[in-house]
Nanobody
Framework: QVQLVESGGGLVQAGGSLSLSCAAS????????MGWFRQAPGKEREFVAG??????????YYADSVKGRFTISRDNAKRTVNLQIHSLKPEDTAVYYC????????????????????WGQGTQVTVSS
């Protein structure tokens, strides 16, 4: 089992920046795929960013809608995956979730929520105009 806890959400003005963190505990592995998703009120959960690694190899990818404003990274020592968000827009308002899977295949990306068995509880991000 993997436990995930998100932090860093809050209320931010449009144009500002925010950094979210996802701390992982429980079953350890040197090979993970993790993703950040978000869900706005009345909308489906959507993928925003993913990262997968094995040993020193790391690969990251983004939804087209956030490319250039979102940066996903990992801190192996702290066992966290971080999501930096710049130039925030009111439409970025949502609950942000991190998710994890313990196996991944080279050349594949994981953008569907059903591909991740482990989820955090989410952290609210609210962007005021």
């Amino acid at each position: 089992q993997v436990q995930l806890v998100e932090s860093g959400g809050g209320l931010v003005q449009a144009g500002g920046s925010l950094s979210l963190s996802c701390a992982a505990s429980g079953r350890t592995s040197t090979s993970y795929a993790m993703g950040w998703f978000r869900q706005a009120p009345g909308k489906e959960r959507e993928f925003v960013a993913g990262i997968q690694w094995s040993g020193s190899f790391t690969s990251s990818y983004y939804a087209d809608s956030v490319k250039g404003r979102f940066t996903i990274s990992r801190d192996n020592a702290k066992r966290t995956v971080n999501l930096q968000i710049h130039s925030l827009k009111p439409e970025d308002t949502a609950v942000y979730y991190c998710a994890a899977r313990l196996a991944w295949s080279s050349g594949r990306t994981y953008r569907a929520s059903g591909e991740y068995p482990y989820w955090g509880q989410g952290t609210q991000v609210t962007v005021s105009s």
